[in-house]
């Protein structure tokens, strides 16, 4: 059995990030999750001060823990540094060996079957996670974490923003990016992977919808009341006070 850490419990909560199973906003309590992982309070804190400095969790004073609501900054500024990163791994990439071809290709026969099935889980953290596996497979372990938690921030933008983005499609993008390494074409690779990135973030609706009541409805709330006079009540142009 493996032993309970506050390492292990920021991974959790992580993985419930990428599964979309955790969402911004929500309250973390240190009581449930102790409970839950059958630890102490001081354990979890640890762990939330871990996935504080990591930029998933904020404390919120007398109020408690809760996920992070990444600002329309803040998540172009992840999907930027994705681009950087997954870009890098596969501007010089070569054809890979066969062996990391099929596990990569058995990934995408997990996220088919994903989504095909009910399970919006793990159909959710399966497309976020290989984006982790291919770097693993591609021999770049020590940026494995690095992705896992960007991926993460870009999934919460996605839930908080509600993306468009269809799993399907990403699937299929996946697909040929997976397609163009087998053939050897590391540079279309890139390329595939770069549009991937960006089709993600261009499906998000960061930009609030415009409401053309808006200015009327205010004018409306601040119309005078229309009152009867009588002792006491202010006549146009006086100002009441309570």
């Known amino acids: 059995m493996t032993e309970v850490s506050p390492t292990s419990i920021a991974a959790r909560v992580v993985e419930a990030i990428l ?6 906003g929500d309250r973390l309590g240190e009581q449930a999750l102790a409970e839950n992982f059958g630890v102490s ?16 969790v904020e404390v919120q004073s007398r109020r408690g823990w809760y996920v992070v609501e990444p600002s329309p ?41 994903a989504i095909a099935g009910a399970d919006a889980a793990t159909r959710a953290f399966l497309l976020a996670d290989f984006h982790v596996c291919l770097a693993d497979q591609m021999g ?7 992705l896992r938690d960007l991926t993460a921030r870009t999934t919460l933008a996605a839930t908080l923003f509600q993306s468009k983005h269809e799993a399907a499609q ?34 998000l609706q960061v930009e609030p919808a415009a409401d053309p009541g808006a200015d009327e409805r205010l004018r409306a709330t601040l119309a005078p009341l229309a009152l009867p006079r009588g002792p006491g009540r202010p006549t146009d142009g006086e100002q009441g006070s309570a």
């Open 19 to 24: 599964a979309q199973k955790l969402a911004p």
């Open 41 to 56: 309070r001081t354990m979890v804190r640890e762990a939330l001060m871990q996935l504080q400095a990591r930029g998933f």
């Open 73 to 113: 900054d803040e998540a172009r500024d992840a999907f930027a540094a994705r681009r950087i990163v997954e870009g890098g791994i596969l501007a010089e990439a070569g054809r890979p060996l066969a062996k990391v071809i099929r596990s990569l290709r058995e990934h995408i026969a997990d996220e088919e079957a």
């Open 140 to 146: 770049h372990r020590l940026l494995c974490d690095v």
């Open 170 to 203: 990403s699937c299929a993008e996946h697909a040929a990016i997976v397609a163009a390494l087998e053939a050897g074409d590391g540079a279309q690779a890139r390329s595939l992977m770069l549009a991937h990135i960006g089709n993600v973030e261009e499906a």
